[in-house]
């Protein structure tokens, strides 16, 4: 099956400070990857779709400024989460979407939990 | 924009047990999927089902398309089916999920 990683599963950092989270396929050449955010005990909310050498799509009420995505290759996209502030504390997900035939499904990396202190 | 409402919202049953989840959606999509969310945040694909009944172990799918709702059965729980369930829909290139099911299994 596929395999999606990110990187760093947890971080702790200061407000103010900025984080880098990485999102990589491993044995998948992905054009599109999706980046979600989930508050404890809520669905998944996407905030934005990266694609692989233009600028990414954001959803309606994600500041882009705020949440720098780059999809530098085809198989790394990085969500970087600027000046973070507590209210940023999350759940970020990656995911890609793949065809096998018509179906199109969505894999998933592990996460990553972002706590801003 | 289209709504994806999961019944119930929370799920309390004994080990062994059989369980619905119910997904209904407000318009046409191009297809729906469902994940199983453990304890640990991991998503896992369970089913990619636009229509039709697809079948995997103890776990079995149902989705009326022509009724906008789908449907996933759980046999003879366990305790490693604790987590949430969810189901999301895609139309127009966005993937849209539903609050999702909390299933807890006693042991």
């Known amino acids: 099956g596929a395999v999606v990683s990110q990187h760093p599963s947890r971080v702790i950092c200061k407000s103010g400070t900025s984080v880098k989270i990485e999102c990589r396929s491993l044995?998948?050449?992905?054009?599109?990857m999706f980046w979600y955010r989930q508050f404890p005990k809520k669905s998944l909310m996407l905030m934005a779709t990266?694609?692989?050498?233009?600028?990414?799509?954001?959803e309606q009420g994600v500041e882009k400024d705020k949440f720098l995505i780059n999809h530098a290759s085809l198989t790394l996209s990085t969500l970087t989460v600027t000046s973070a502030h507590p209210e940023d504390s999350s759940f970020y997900i990656c995911?890609?979407?793949?065809?096998?035939?018509?179906?199109?499904?969505?894999?998933f990396g592990p996460g990553t939990r972002l706590l801003v202190l | 924009g289209i709504q994806v409402e999961q019944s119930p919202p929370d799920l309390i049953l004994q080990e062994g047990a059989n369980s619905t989840l119910r997904c209904n959606f407000s318009?046409?999509?191009?297809?729906l999927q469902w994940f199983h969310q453990n304890p640990w945040g991991q998503l896992i694909n369970l089913f990619y089902i636009p229509s039709g009944t697809k079948q995997n172990g103890r776990l079995s799918a149902t989705t009326v398309a022509t009724e906008r709702y789908s449907l996933l059965y759980i046999s003879s729980s366990q305790t490693t089916d604790s987590g949430v369930y969810f189901c999301?829909?895609?139309?127009?290139?966005?993937?849209?999920f539903g609050k999702g099911t909390r299933l807890h299994i006693l042991p």
């Open positions: 318009d046409s999509v191009n297809n």
């Open positions: 995911s890609q979407g793949r065809l096998a035939g018509v179906q199109e499904t969505q894999y």
């Open positions: 990266s694609n692989e050498g233009s600028k990414a799509t954001y």
């Open positions: 044995d998948f050449q992905a054009t599109t």
């Open positions: 999301a829909v895609n139309r127009d290139d966005k993937i849209i």
